[in-house]
């Protein structure tokens, strides 16, 4: 009873740990976004002052470097939730400032049970590995794949990331590479996968680790 009640106190804490940093992630993306457009009105006069002179190779260099801020900015995924769309899109903002190459196609189909909140602590935990194996490896050889979506009659998780050497299972799980929590973060994703009645399935090969999630469709 003891032993329950201090598992139970730590996931409590872990998951306050964990919306609280991914709240501090999204908070960082959205100043951002809020910088670029409150900087909007400057830059159009900047552009109009510019064409006024007639410089026009510097008007398409301002262009071309706002073109490239706002895509930086704005590349966001939009899976049809917007609780998993900040934590999902802060994640790969992180990504993004570490050199790491992301590509990402989700999309939640209708009729999956999962809450967002249980979703949030999946691809959370998921992704931060991925992020910390790849910080890792030199800038060249890093990279994340990430699909959500349908599969058959089943809501389909996928991850894959850029890894250094093969990785020790301990039980059904990996052997944390870097203590308790790390190791706590997957067993949290497979304690909400069997919450739901699902599969979660983890690969590790020497260069790549890869993550597998199935759960029924209502």
Do not use: H, M
């Given at each position: 009873m003891l032993?329950?009640?201090?598992?139970?106190?730590?996931?409590?804490?872990?998951?306050?740990?964990?919306?609280?940093?991914?709240?501090?992630e999204v908070e960082s993306m959205y100043t951002k976004m809020r910088g670029w457009r409150h900087d909007y009105h400057n830059h159009i006069q900047a552009l109009q002052a510019s064409m006024a002179l007639g410089k026009y190779d510097e008007v398409n260099d301002y262009l071309r470097s706002l073109n490239d801020d706002l895509t930086n900015v704005d590349n966001v995924i939009k899976t049809g939730r917007v609780m998993v769309d900040a934590i999902l899109n802060g994640k790969m903002n992180i990504a993004a400032q570490n050199d790491i190459r992301v590509n990402a196609k989700a999309?939640?189909?209708?009729?999956t049970p999962v809450t967002d909140v249980d979703l949030c602590v999946i691809?959370?935990?998921?992704?931060?590995?991925?992020?910390?194996?790849?910080?890792?490896?030199?800038?060249?050889?890093?990279?994340?794949?990430?699909?959500?979506?349908?599969?058959?009659?089943?809501?389909?998780?996928?991850?894959?990331?850029?890894?250094?050497r093969k990785l020790n299972k301990r039980g059904r799980l990996f052997a944390s590479q870097k203590g308790v929590d790390h190791g706590f973060g997957l067993s949290r994703v497979e304690s909400v996968?069997?919450?739901?009645?699902?599969?979660f399935s983890a690969d590790s090969e020497d260069g790549g680790f890869t993550a597998e999630i199935l759960i029924p469709l209502d």
């Open positions: 032993f329950q009640k201090w598992i139970d106190k730590r996931i409590e804490a872990y998951q306050s740990d964990l919306l609280k940093k991914y709240c501090d999309k939640i189909p209708d009729g691809i959370g935990n998921l992704l931060d590995n991925a992020v910390e194996e790849n910080k890792k490896l030199p800038a060249d050889d890093r990279f994340i794949r990430i699909y959500i979506g349908q599969k058959n009659t089943q809501f389909y998780l996928a991850f894959t990331n850029a890894a250094g996968v069997n919450k739901y009645g699902g599969l």
